[in-house]
């Protein structure tokens, strides 16, 4: 058995060594295959493996079996939801409101609009009670995207008393959306 695992190849994209002092080729495998807790890997925090088997039928082994690694699955952090507004509710929501008000115009289809999604949710928890934050699907409501003629996703205007103040287009970082803020508060 100890040749077949040297004998596997695993790419060093995978962190695994053949020698040296980190995990040898034989133990990765065995990490793979369930005999060693693969969680407790150091710098694998939040990450799952999918392992599946695949025979070595095909190069005449007939009895052996190989765990490879068919996904590294991430799973999200947590999170501060922020609040969607729709059309009926953006005169009280966003206009009437006595804080400056952040509003993120973006779509679920937009990667830089995930992208800035995390930092939009720590704005929100930093600034609680002094700024209101909320997001506007500009899929499903268009009509207050044209009405602010929104013409590139993600972005970001700031109000205060009902008024459009600043206007921030792209997934810019939060120092960028820090200092924006800081002037309206």
Sequence with gaps: MATLLESISIPRSFGFSTTGSGPTMASSVRALSGSRNVSSFAGFNGLKIQPSKHTLASVGLKNATVIRRKGIVCEAQDTLEVAAVTEAAWQ?????????VLVEFWAPWCGPCRMIHPVISELSKEYSGKLKCYKVNTDECA????????????TVIIFKNGEKKDTIIGAVPKTTLTASIQKFL
Excluded: E, F, H, N
């Design 92 to 100: 009280s929501q966003v206009l009437d409101c006595d804080l400056p």
């Design 143 to 154: 009509a207050v995207a044209t009405q602010y003629g929104i013409r590139s996703i993600p």
